[in-house]
C-alpha cells in the first residue's frame, strides 16, 4: 500500500503526494493526472479543485501548521 501524504505550502496550496480518489460534491469523479497535485486553499483558483496559483495574486496568507480546535470541558 503507498502511503499518502497532504502538506500545507506557505501561503499557497495543499500539496498531495500518493494515489488518491477525487469527488466532486455530487459524488463525480475528478481525474487526477498525478501522483503529486496541489489542491486549492485560497478559493480563487479557476481550476477547482486545483491551484492555478491565484493564491499569490490574490494575498492569501494560510497557516502551515496544524491548529487543533480545544477540546470542550
Known amino acids: 500500500m503507498t502511503d499518502v501524504s497532504i502538506q500545507a505550502t506557505e501561503n499557497g496550496p495543499l500539496k498531495v ?19 503529486t497535485v496541489f489542491l486549492c486553499r485560497c478559493g480563487g483558483s479557476m481550476n477547482k479543485p486545483f491551484c492555478d496559483g491565484t493564491h499569490s495574486k490574490v494575498g492569501f496568507q494560510g497557516a502551515t501548521a496544524a491548529v487543533r480546535e480545544a477540546e470542550e470541558s
Open 17 to 35: 503526494r500518493g494515489p488518491i480518489e477525487l469527488t466532486d460534491a455530487e459524488g463525480g469523479h475528478i481525474e487526477v493526472q498525478s501522483e
